[in-house]
């Protein structure tokens, strides 16, 4: 799947993710990222690495329809210390 072999490489060589999730229905996909700061959000938008996969991405034919994406601070929640301790290596 694309998400395993091309986004999720990606996200992981982006500084300041924290973690990265995502989902899929018959008809759509979503990616859902946390981030440790704005920064890091607006860095990736500029990072080689997410142009050349949006690239990828876009010449696939998967894109259809409109893609969206929104940027929110948290507010709150849960997400356990042992998530964020793991090396990210493990974590594909």
Known sequence: MFETHESLPMFLRQSGLVAVLFGRTQ???TAFSIWNDMQSIEALSKSETYI????KLES?????GNQTVETM???GGYLPAAMTERPRETLM
């Not at 696939?60 to 259809?64: D, E, Q, T």
């Open 27 to 29: 008809n759509e996909c």
């Open 73 to 75: 601070e948290i507010t």
């Open 52 to 55: 050349a996969t949006v690239k």
């Open 60 to 64: 696939s034919g998967m894109l259809k």
